[in-house]
């Protein structure tokens, strides 16, 4: 069964602290995504990596980084958390091209910033 | 997740009703679209795939509307039942190069028994 497992469920974290939020995924799949789900404005994408150390800047990349050293893990980065960071983060993963491009996700981080 | 429902489009319906869920797309260079479900608490789970080359497809109990001329998705659901009370998101990509998924907003389906 393929699984895109998030390190935390749930996550408290005061203003300024620096975050990470792991994802490990065990189908080999190149693409990984990490999106941002927010009431009313469904998932962005935040950041994406096609192959290890490579990434790519998303459609909300402001206030983020991410690193990919291993093709099974990719991290996103809050490097100062601000309360407007609050919200569900989720992370998927994909095969880079092909006949099928359907992202797998995780359960998703819910991530709470006071 | 909790809260994902609030300020989306509802669609309530009685089980055993069939279920219509509609999405617009809006690129129309877009060849893949996908339909995803969440449940409360969980990260979307795929449902259904369409190319672009097809304008129909069946699933188990499911079944997915393609009209390209009016970058028009739909999403029908048989027989509906309280399991599948849910948030349902449609996804665009186009299936070249570096993919990425575009979501629209979701809408949540609420079924009574």
């Known amino acids: 069964d393929v699984k895109v497992t998030q390190s935390s469920r749930y996550l408290v974290k005061r203003t300024g602290e620096k975050v990470f939020l792991e994802c490990v995924q065990d189908?080999?799949?190149?693409?990984m995504f990490w999106y941002r789900q927010d009431p009313g404005l469904g998932l962005r994408l935040i950041y994406f990596?096609?192959?290890?150390?490579?990434?790519e800047k998303g459609d909300i990349p402001e206030g983020y980084s991410v690193s990919r050293e291993k093709k099974e893990r990719f991290s996103l980065i809050l490097e100062s958390a601000s309360t407007n960071q609050t919200s569900m983060y989720l992370c998927?993963?994909?095969?880079?091209?092909?006949?099928?491009?359907?992202?797998?996700f995780g359960q998703g981080t819910r991530l709470t910033v006071v | 997740g909790e809260s994902v429902g609030l300020h989306l489009p509802t669609l309530s319906v009685q089980e055993g009703d069939n279920s219509i869920i509609n999405c617009a797309y809006s690129?129309?260079?877009?060849?893949?679209f996908i339909w995803y479900k969440q449940e409360s608490g969980k990260g979307p789970q795929f449902i259904i795939d369409?190319?672009?080359?097809?304008d129909k497809r069946q699933g188990q109990r499911v079944t997915v509307l393609l009209n390209k001329t009016v970058k028009h998705l739909s999403l029908q659901i048989a027989a509906t039942q309280p399991g599948d009370s849910a948030v349902y998101f449609c996804?665009?990509?186009?299936?070249?190069?570096?993919?990425?998924?575009?979501f629209g907003k979701g809408t949540m389906l609420l079924v009574s028994p």
């Open positions: 998927a993963s994909s095969l880079l091209s092909g006949m099928n491009t359907e992202a797998f």
């Open positions: 189908m080999d799949h190149e693409n």
């Open positions: 990596s096609y192959d290890v150390k490579m990434k």
């Open positions: 690129n129309s260079a877009s060849d893949y």
């Open positions: 369409i190319r672009s080359n097809m």
């Open positions: 996804a665009e990509s186009m299936n070249s190069g570096y993919s990425t998924l575009t």
